[in-house]
C-alpha cells in the first residue's frame, strides 16, 4: 500500500520508518488480534462508530481492541466474528502466521524466460515469495545484457519498476524519455508505459530489476 509522504524544508520524509524496530508490546496477541480485528473492518467498509452499533461494544472499547491496548474476552471475540462475518480463528492469524523469507546464493538464480528473452536479455529470478499478508507481489530479476543482445524498448506491463545498474552502461526508455544509466544509476517507474533498453552503450550490461505489482491485480 503507497505511504502517505510528507514535505519538509530541506528534504521529504515518510510517514512509515522501515527501519523501525517494533516494541516488544507489538509482538503479543492483543496487537495481533487489534490489527485483524481493523483489517476486516476496513474490508467492510464500515467505521468504528459503525461496528460499536452493530456489536453494542463502546466506540472507547473498539479502539483500545484495535490498537492492541486491551485483552477482550472470548465472547467479545465473538460478538466481533459475527459483526464481521468471519471465523473467531480469523483473529489470530496475523500472530500465527509464518512470514516467508528467501535467500538466494550468488548464482543460484533460476534462469526463466520474459518478453526479452528473445533479444538476448538474460533473466535470473532471484526468489520469490507467493500469496502473502501485504497484497503486494515483488518480482526481483538481475538481467545480464551482452554482445548478443538486442534493443527491446517496448516493454509493457502492470505495476511499478526499479531498476538499479551494476556493470556497463544503457541508454533505457520510459515512455517518450531517454536515461542514460551507469553503474549505481536507479530508474523508478510506473511500468504501464512503454520501457527497455533502445541503447547499448557498454557491455556486458548487468543490472537488477524488481517489479512490484497488487497480489490481486
Do not use: C, W
Amino acid at each position: 500500500m503507497p505511504q502517505a509522504v510528507k514535505q519538509t524544508d530541506s528534504k521529504t520524509t515518510f510517514s512509515q520508518d522501515p527501519h523501525r524496530i517494533r516494541d516488544e508490546r507489538e509482538k503479543v496477541l492483543e496487537v495481533a488480534i487489534g490489527r485483524e480485528v481493523r483489517a476486516f473492518r476496513r474490508q467492510k467498509s464500515i467505521t468504528v462508530a459503525e461496528l460499536a452499533a452493530l456489536t453494542g461494544l463502546s466506540i472507547g472499547m473498539l479502539s483500545k481492541i484495535e490498537n492492541g491496548n486491551t485483552s477482550p474476552s472470548l465472547t467479545t471475540l465473538q460478538t466481533l466474528a459475527h459483526a464481521l462475518s468471519v471465523p473467531l480463528t480469523s483473529f489470530f492469524r496475523g500472530f500465527e502466521e509464518h512470514r516467508e523469507a528467501v535467500h538466494t546464493k550468488a548464482g543460484e538464480g533460476v534462469e526463466i524466460e520474459r518478453a526479452g528473452t528473445r533479444a538476448g536479455h538474460q533473466y535470473n529470478l532471484l526468489g520469490h515469495i507467493g500469496a502473502n499478508a501485504s497484497g503486494v507481489m515483488v518480482e526481483p530479476y538481475l538481467i545480464t545484457l551482452s554482445t548478443s543482445s538486442d534493443i527491446f524498448p517496448t516493454f509493457q506491463h502492470g505495476g511499478i519498476e526499479t531498476i538499479y545498474m551494476l556493470e556497463g552502461e544503457l541508454l533505457y526508455r520510459h515512455s517518450d524519455q531517454l536515461y542514460h544509466l551507469r553503474p549505481g544509476d536507479t530508474l523508478f517507474f510506473d511500468a504501464d508505459s512503454p520501457h527497455g533498453p533502445e541503447g547499448l552503450e557498454k557491455l556486458p550490461a548487468r543490472y537488477l530489476s524488481i517489479i512490484a505489482y497488487p497480489q490481486n491485480g
